[in-house]
């Protein structure tokens, strides 16, 4: 388990890009460069970090399923994830 620093750091983030987008578009295409670097360093969404919704792991993800791949694993096999079988030859 990540600790909660981080996943709520990482949502931090999130939000300050979310808060920013508008803007930094609006710089982006006039081509401010001056005024995108007075923006805030997190408003640039290249600073999220892709984190396991259960366990926090940023490791290892998997965008599909939005978990990591030991949740993804634990999930799978106890049927938890339809449609995903262990697979077998």
């Known amino acids: 388990m990540a600790k909660v620093a981080w996943i709520e750091r990482n949502d931090r983030k999130r939000r300050t890009v979310a808060k ?6 609006e710089l982006k295409a006039k081509g401010d460069y001056a ?3 007075k923006l805030p360093r997190d408003a640039s969404p290249t600073r999220l970090v892709n984190r ?3 366990s926090g792991r940023r490791h290892a993800h998997m965008r599909k399923f ?3 791949r030991m949740t993804f694993r634990e999930a799978a096999l106890n049927g938890m994830i339809p449609g995903v079988t262990k697979a077998s030859w």
């Open 35 to 37: 005024g995108l670097a």
């Open 20 to 25: 920013h987008a508008a803007k930094r578009a």
């Open 66 to 68: 939005g978990v990591s």
């Open 52 to 54: 396991c919704k259960v």
